[in-house]
């Protein structure tokens, strides 16, 4: 990948509904040229699809996330526990783990009842290898953009608390599709919903005024850019000073998330390092620089698998 290439990936990271031709006027290319880029992109799986952030709290759910350490699971065995959280769980995001344990799901729930009959089936199909499983609730989620990549910005897309709005079912429809491919195009939807696509394009308008759909982006594989993905779990013991570091995150180039959740650690980031020593020179810079800091933990995440921002 050349220049050209990264601010095309930089530009769909950042809104993945931009247009060719805007596209086009921001990297001074020809439209065809661009197209062709993107094109290649998508074939060389560079980019492994589009997705679009939705403020799920506003629909009336609760975000969890579930990690999963296993014993004796045979590769085939995975495969089809990884079938079974993406359909029984509709898992809005599954994703493999080097570290603690081997697999994370992150579900959207209605309540923490109808997840706890989720757990119960998930252990009847699967307890004979489910070595240790932990739950957390994620109560704020910072996403940011990828800094590493030119054209980026410091803007935060932050999931929080927020009171629930009401929608209707083809609201919902909307949604789901977008989250499947927020890239697709105004026809495309229209056929698929059988909906004018005015009635369409006033929808997504509304939807975005009242930040359910927070951002569109690509689905980048960082491995592909020379990066690698890691975890990283920070205890301070006090809650007092996490704005510190939360600040602190956002301004690196290297992080894309950072999150509270309950229980776990007082901050989480998720960072894209191109090696491990990387990582940990940018470890030694936050005991340096937050002495209040207790403890850190980290692993690597090895492949996000399915990235959807609703159940489905």
Known sequence: MDTKDKKILSLLDRNARTSIIQIAKKTRLNK????????????????????????????????????????????????????????????????TIDGPYQLGVITLEESIYKLEVKIQNLKK????????????????????????????????????QEEKIKVDDLDLKI???????????????????????????????NLEKNKIILAYRA?????????????????????????????????????IYSDFVLPGADIELEMEFRNKQELLDFINELKEKFHFIKKIRYWSTLQYIKVNYLPG
Do not use: M, W
Request: glycine content about 4%.
């Open 175 to 205: 949604l789901k599709e977008l989250s499947k491919n927020s890239r697709a195009s105004y026809l495309e939807l229209s056929k698929r919903l059988q909906i004018p696509q005015r009635t369409l394009a006033y929808r997504i308008k």
């Open 32 to 95: 065809d040229v661009v197209r062709y880029r993107i094109n290649n992109l998508e074939k060389e799986k560079v980019i492994q699809g589009y997705y679009t952030i939705i403020d799920s709290q506003k629909l009336g759910l609760i975000t969890f996330r579930i990690y999963l350490d296993f014993i004796n699971l045979a590769q085939e065995s995975e495969k089809k526990l990884i079938s079974y959280l993406d359909k029984e769980f509709k898992a809005g995001q599954i994703f």
């Open 125 to 160: 199909q699967f307890g004979d290898y489910i070595n240790n499983l932990e739950i957390s609730i994620f109560t704020k989620l910072n996403h940011y953009f990828k800094k590493s990549l030119p054209l980026s910005t410091n803007e935060i897309i932050p999931l929080k």
């Open 219 to 255: 689905d980048i594989d960082i491995s592909r850019l020379g990066y690698e993905n890691y975890f990283i779990e920070i205890y301070t013991g006090s809650k007092q000073n996490l704005k510190l570091i939360e600040g602190f995150a956002h301004l690196s180039k290297n992080c």
